[in-house]
């Protein structure tokens, strides 16, 4: 079964900062990942995923994730954060991508905060 | 312009009072699913549709019912409220079986059973 777990529940860090939220992932088969981000007050929006094609990938807003099989990896970064980057980040992972019950497994969640 | 919408965002309900919370969306979307967020948890799959009157359970069903008759809804109905299902709650859609589509959250229920 596929799992995915983020380091760290809280990441501060000041406006123009690298901006790294760290994900890891379990899977029996290679995997499908995803990053999503969640404003305040507001539902989940994709970030960017992974599906086996490129291995670094990017998404909206300047963030971009790498793909590392050895590592069993997905980190997210941004190399200058905004403060409008405030706001909780989830990686997610789904082992079963046209099955009928085929589902995202998300992260407990980390939240970034942006000091001026 | 592309939506799932929810009602009511907020509610709070005594404890065995049934309750229905909305899902609507507006893209012809096949699969759409039903989501609760609870803090260190992330969000966890409660009942998911492939398709009109074609449902099944999530991770956390318990407690928790659904219906599909038309395309575009997908209402979650709690039947007995307990306190242990206060949390914030999504519904989500996306195109169809891929879960590489895109997939789109309304923006969420808060729900307290006292």
């Known amino acids: 079964a596929q799992s995915v777990t983020q380091l760290g529940s809280h990441v501060s860090v000041s406006e123009g900062a690298l901006v790294l939220l760290r994900c890891n992932y379990s899977s029996s088969v290679p995997p499908y990942l995803f990053w999503y981000v969640q404003y305040p007050n507001q539902g989940l929006q994709l970030l960017l995923k992974y599906t086996s094609a490129a291995t670094l990938v990017k998404g909206i807003n300047g963030f971009e994730a790498e793909f590392k099989k050895s590592e069993t990896s997905f980190h997210l970064t941004k190399p200058s954060a905004h403060m409008s980057d405030a706001a909780e980040y989830f990686c997610a992972v789904s082992d079963a991508p046209y099955s009928s019950a085929s589902k995202i497994i998300f992260g407990s969640g980390t939240r970034l905060s942006i000091r001026p | 312009e592309a939506q799932v919408t929810q009602n009511p965002r907020y509610l709070i309900t005594v404890t065995g009072k049934k309750l229905t919370v909305t899902c609507s969306q507006n893209m012809n979307h096949e699969y759409m699913s039903w989501y609760r967020q609870d803090p260190g948890l992330g969000l966890r799959q409660i009942y998911y549709?492939?398709?009109?009157?074609?449902?099944d359970k999530g991770d956390v069903p318990e407690g928790y019912k659904v219906s599909r008759k038309e395309k575009r809804n997908f209402p979650l109905i709690l039947e007995s409220p307990s306190p242990n299902q206060t949390s914030l709650y999504f519904c989500?859609?996306?195109?169809?079986?891929?879960?590489?589509?895109?997939?789109?959250f309304g923006p969420g229920t808060r729900l307290t059973v006292l």
């Open positions: 549709s492939m398709n009109v009157e074609v449902t």
């Open positions: 989500a859609s996306r195109l169809g079986l891929a879960v590489t589509d895109t997939q789109y």
